[in-house]
């Protein structure tokens, strides 16, 4: 009796498998195109929570209404964007108009309208290569970013900082001042919290000069090696933790009082992207310092005494596959890009060629930085960085291997600088080898 | 209830009951509604059936959530899915292979055995607790509600109180000073303390659970052995030994066997508090590490799979060493 009733349960899970392998797939409507006439319902997924909640979007939208009127826009704001939204994209229900996430760039194409050639595009737009596959543009930045690192103004004063560090020695000069002199931290890490550490990595191409970085490291066997992009951020990072020059505790860092710290003083600098400026302003001014104490510098390279900073795109918005309003959705796009005033309200930059730069990156035209962009990776190897990464897991773009790298650096892990980037050289060439031979 | 068909015994008859009455009391196939009633076939299936349908609703959701999750999980396995791709490529065993040879995902095993030691500790807490207040104890029962109130947090929750008493000059760096220790360790940034305070957290969190089996496991014991106990003059320390711990070993076994499997799998706190930073990953940190980070769901899988029939072959083998011996107090 037991075993019938076992067999019985087995056929019904074997039938179950088999019924769902049929599943999936959606019919296509032939008047379903973004060149389509716009009308119809469209959900807009968001990672910006915030401007959900303060009603921004619903201001957008009624401007948007002005101009489409027969499309209803629904927003979906969710706070573990980048978790969730992969997720949600096994199934066909993830919202019109998305944030394309960490999904790969081959796999646009099973997820993602196309929106038409990348050409097409390049005389408008800046940042398109993030979104392209095989010449085809799947998705437009919604505004842009540029590296480097936030300071306070006040505390450099303090310590005597005159002039801003534009090499690894200098940074360290700088932070040893800074240490010596005033009460700050002189660079925090926000270990705790992961993924302010991975912000340096945006300057990956601004060391060496190199718009192609990406793929010069997918195709080096041993890219932790003096000389190289990768080798000077780790680098920098390795040494500033090693000479004491960051938090006692890095297991307790806190992302949120980290602004209000580095606004009010009590941290000098911490290696972010141009969209934290506004943030850290706003938390300078909420607790009695000021806006202008925030300062944005390059990352410390110079190549010839000229300093480089890689500007590139946030997430890309894009319509789904799956949208059965796919002309609102992209007319949606256009207009948020274009005329919303997103960029301009977030300080950030417009990925419309013809709009100038957003007023918090003019200290860097003061300084004389020269603003670059990363090239478009040649066909067939748009993902190579990301399975390398993956395949080798030293996650470039997570925060896990460069805890461990701090981890070494304040004595806490077993190791010194050459032998984990030995480590890394090794994990990563056995990785390109098997994926970039 | 009258028992008196046709062909039947007697109003007075012995208590034994009759053929046909027995079939219609106990089987539920009545002659008499089958002659007065020509279309009650069916209604006897749905008679037959009704227990069914009660198990059908428990049972699908276990199918649902349980059984097919686990089977994809075993397909997923097989293949190089990245968790996102519309295509999944068959692999066969490769991602096994991987798990076994690859010295990185086996070596976080280590961090489990601080957990497991720990556990030994949350026992001996709890039954000292459950034993002290199944007598009579003023104010037992705010004893007992304090003891369990951790285990109802949410995870999270602790998670994150912890962090701020483990933070340097936080909460438990106050109270030590006020013993005159000046200069605590890092509880969490110290990679020699890290794993223990985890534990620590571990520990107060899950002590109300055990608590509380063993408290319901004591009180189970006829009070008339303390008694008599009591009056052979023993103590308490003997009553403990001789009544309430052979009393409970099932319990305590059980307890053991939970404990060994929530040490390999143990998730949330350090998961909140460190994020596996600082050499406290486990096991199934790093499954979600590989599965989400770095998006190889397949590998995962089989991880996943791996530490299933770890948690079995374990339990197995306790059951085998320290067989389920009957618990007879009389």
């Given amino acids: 009796m037991a075993k019938k009733a076992f067999a019985g349960i087995a056929l019904l899970a074997t039938a179950a498998v088999a019924i769902s392998g049929c599943a999936g797939g959606g019919a296509s409507d032939a008047d379903n195109t973004i060149d389509g006439e716009v009308k119809g319902d469209i959900k807009v997924v968001t990672w910006r929570t915030d401007l959900v909640e303060d009603g921004t979007f619903e201001k957008y939208a009624e401007e948007f209404n002005k101009e489409y009127p027969d499309v209803k826009v629904t927003f979906e704001g969710i706070t573990d964007y980048a978790g969730e939204m992969l997720t949600r994209m096994s199934t066909t229900n993830y919202g019109d108009v998305i944030g394309i996430p960490a999904i790969k760039p081959d796999q646009y194409e099973q997820f993602l309208e196309p929106l038409g050639e990348t050409t097409d595009f390049e005389d408008t737009y800046r940042f398109l290569p993030a979104a392209s596959y095989d010449g085809t543009q799947y998705g437009i930045a919604w505004g842009g970013n540029a590296n480097g690192v936030v300071y306070n103004k006040k505390i450099f004063e303090e310590a005597g900082v005159t002039e801003l560090p534009t090499s690894h020695d200098e940074w360290l000069d700088a932070l040893q001042k800074v240490k010596d002199n005033t009460d700050a931290i002189p660079m925090y890490t926000n270990y705790k919290d992961g993924w302010p550490l991975t912000q340096s990595f945006g300057n990956l191409g601004a060391i060496t000069d190199d718009p192609d970085a990406p793929i010069t490291m997918a195709e080096d066997p041993a890219p932790w090696t003096e000389g190289t992009d990768v080798y000077a951020i780790d680098g920098l990072l390795y040494d500033t933790v090693a000479a004491g020059l960051t938090e006692d505790d890095p297991l307790t860092t806190n992302w949120e009082q980290s602004k209000v710290d580095l606004g009010t003083g009590k941290i000098a600098t911490m290696p972010l992207g141009s969209w934290a400026i506004s943030q850290m302003q706003a938390a300078a001014e909420e607790n009695g310092g000021s806006a202008d104490d925030i300062g944005y510098m390059a990352f410390p390279a110079n190549v010839d005494g000229t300093q480089l900073a890689v500007i590139g795109g946030d997430y890309n918005l894009a319509v789904s596959k799956h949208s059965k309003a796919k002309a609102a959705a992209w007319a949606w796009i256009q207009w948020v890009v274009e005329d919303s005033g997103y960029t301009e309200a977030q300080g950030m930059i417009s990925p419309v060629l013809d709009k100038p730069l957003p007023e918090n990156l003019q200290g860097f035209e003061e300084a004389g930085v020269e603003l670059m962009e990363i090239n478009p990776a040649p066909a067939g190897k748009e993902g190579l960085i990301n399975n390398v990464a993956d395949d080798s897991q030293v996650d470039l773009y997570g925060p896990i291997y460069r805890q461990k790298l701090v981890d070494i650096a304040r004595g806490a892990a077993d190791g010194d600088k050459e032998s984990y980037f030995a480590e890394l050289n090794e994990r990563w060439g056995a990785s390109v080898e098997k994926l970039a031979g | ?330």
């Avoid at chain 2, 556990?119 to 007598?135: E, R, V």
């Avoid at chain 2, 890290?194 to 509380?212: H, I, K, Q």
């Avoid at chain 2, 189970?220 to 052979?232: F, G, K, M, N």
């Fill in chain 2, 1 to 330: 209830m009258a028992i008196a068909t046709p062909g039947a015994a007697p109003a007075d008859a012995p208590a034994v009951l009759s053929a046909p009455a027995r079939a219609r009391r106990f089987g539920g196939s009545s002659r008499r509604t089958d002659r007065r009633r020509g279309g009650s076939a069916g209604r006897n299936v749905l008679q037959h059936l009704t227990p069914w349908f009660f198990l059908a609703a428990a049972v699908g959701l276990l199918l649902l959530f349980t059984y097919w999750p686990a089977l994809n999980l075993f397909y997923f396995s097989v293949t190089d899915w990245d968790g996102i791709d519309l295509e999944k490529n068959f692999v066969g065993l490769d991602n096994y292979v991987q798990v076994f040879t690859d010295p990185r995902i086996f070596s976080v095993f280590g961090v489990s055995l601080y957990y497991f030691f720990a556990s030994f500790a949350q026992m001996a807490i709890a039954l000292y607790f459950a034993t002290l207040l199944s007598f009579s104890t003023r104010f037992s029962n705010l004893f007992r509600g304090i003891l369990f109130f951790p285990y109802l947090i949410n995870g999270v929750a602790i998670g994150f109180v912890f962090l701020y008493l483990f933070q340097p000059g936080g909460t438990l760096d106050t109270v030590l000073s006020w013993f005159g220790v000046a200069d605590p360790p890092q509880w969490l940034g110290n990679p020699d303390v890290v794993n223990w305070s985890l534990a620590g957290t571990s520990v107060w969190r899950y002590t109300g659970m055990n608590f509380v089996l063993f408290l319901g496991a004591i009180q189970s014991i006829p009070h008339e052995l303390y008694e008599a106990a009591d009056l052979d003059g023993a103590s308490r320390w003997q009553q403990f030994w001789a009544i309430i711990f052979p009393g409970i070993r099932r319990v305590v076994g059980l307890s053991f066997i939970l404990a060994i499997a929530g040490s390999l799998s143990v998730f949330e706190i350090p998961f909140i508090m460190t994020g596996g930073a600082n050499g406290s990953a486990t096991f199934v940190i790093q499954t979600l590490q590989t599965a989400f980070t770095f998006r190889q769901v397949g590998l995962a899988s089989a991880m996943a799979v791996v530490l299933l029939a770890i948690v079995l072959v374990i339990t197995w083998i306790q059951r085998k060493v320290f067989p389920d011996e009957k618990v007879d107090l009389t």
